[in-house]
């Protein structure tokens, strides 16, 4: 049986999927100052120029390390809302915050975020920061308008605001967790309550 070969954008896209695993690997495990693109090449299996011919440099590849971080947590947020077939807003913000636990507060992810801060030009952080929040938002933008329209009730203020506060109170309480672990995982889950509280009369 003949085995198809991989087109040269596809063997690209392997490569460069490759490339973001390793690199998640050992940014998270040693740091990102610690690690070299040599480092990265060696564990997924290829050489420097292979990382080199797919990034810019190493702040390149750490932006996109985070943005994919960012994006799988929030695949995974959007998931485990969409499983919830009834319960109301408690339900799914209760399937919200589960989702949430491991990457909110995550000390490793948090420390990336900071070292990958202070190597960065100011405005290439910027604008990639603002992007990455923006797409934040817009996925609980998605997710509480699907969970609203699942439960049957209308949002009970503009959505824009409501994703606004969900992205804000994950966003300062991750960074507090990754400070201070006596910060306990469920208060995930009881803030989100309490803002869908606030919010909206029969959330509870």
């Given at each position: 049986?003949?085995?198809?070969?991989?087109?040269?954008?596809?063997?690209?896209?392997?490569?460069?999927?490759?490339?973001?695993?390793?690199?998640?690997?050992?940014?998270?495990?040693?740091?990102?100052?610690?690690?070299?693109?040599?480092?990265?090449?060696?564990?997924?299996?290829?050489?420097?120029?292979?990382?080199?011919?797919?990034?810019?440099?190493?702040?390149?590849?750490?932006?996109?390390?985070?943005?994919?971080?960012?994006?799988?947590?929030?695949?995974?947020?959007?998931?485990?809302?969409?499983?919830?077939?009834?319960?109301?807003?408690?339900?799914?913000?209760?399937?919200?915050?589960?989702?949430?636990?491991?990457?909110?507060?995550?000390?490793?992810?948090?420390?990336?975020?900071?070292?990958?801060?202070?190597?960065?030009?100011?405005?290439?952080?910027?604008?990639?920061?603002?992007?990455?929040?923006?797409?934040?938002?817009?996925?609980?933008?998605?997710?509480?308008?699907?969970?609203?329209?699942?439960?049957?009730?209308?949002?009970?203020?503009?959505?824009?605001?409501?994703?606004?506060?969900?992205?804000?109170?994950?966003?300062?309480?991750?960074?507090?967790?990754a400070c201070d672990p006596d910060i306990p995982a469920e208060a995930v889950g009881q803030l989100l309550h309490l803002?869908?509280?606030?919010?909206?009369?029969?959330a509870h």
């Amino acid at each position: 049986m003949r085995v198809a070969r991989l087109t040269r954008a596809e063997s690209q896209e392997r490569t460069r999927r490759l490339l973001v695993e390793s690199a998640t690997r050992l940014f998270l495990r040693d740091g990102f100052g610690a690690t070299s693109l040599e480092a990265i090449g060696e564990e997924a299996g290829f050489s420097r120029g292979a990382v080199y011919s797919n990034f810019a440099s190493k702040t390149d590849i750490g932006m996109v390390v985070v943005d994919t971080l960012y994006e799988r947590a929030a695949r995974e947020a959007a998931a485990a809302v969409s499983r919830v077939t009834g319960g109301g807003p408690r339900a799914w913000t209760d399937a919200l915050a589960a989702s949430l636990q491991t990457s909110v507060g995550n000390p490793d992810w948090a420390r990336l975020e900071i070292e990958l801060a202070a190597s960065a030009q100011r405005d290439t952080l910027r604008a990639a920061v603002a992007a990455r929040y923006a797409a934040l938002r817009k996925t609980c933008r998605d997710v509480l308008v699907a969970g609203y329209a699942a439960a049957n009730l209308p949002p009970p203020a503009d959505p824009d605001l409501i994703s606004l506060a969900v992205a804000s109170l994950v966003l300062g309480l991750g960074v507090q967790r990754a400070c201070d672990p006596d910060i306990p995982a469920e208060a995930v889950g009881q803030l989100l309550h309490l803002l869908t509280g606030a919010v909206h009369p029969d959330a509870h």
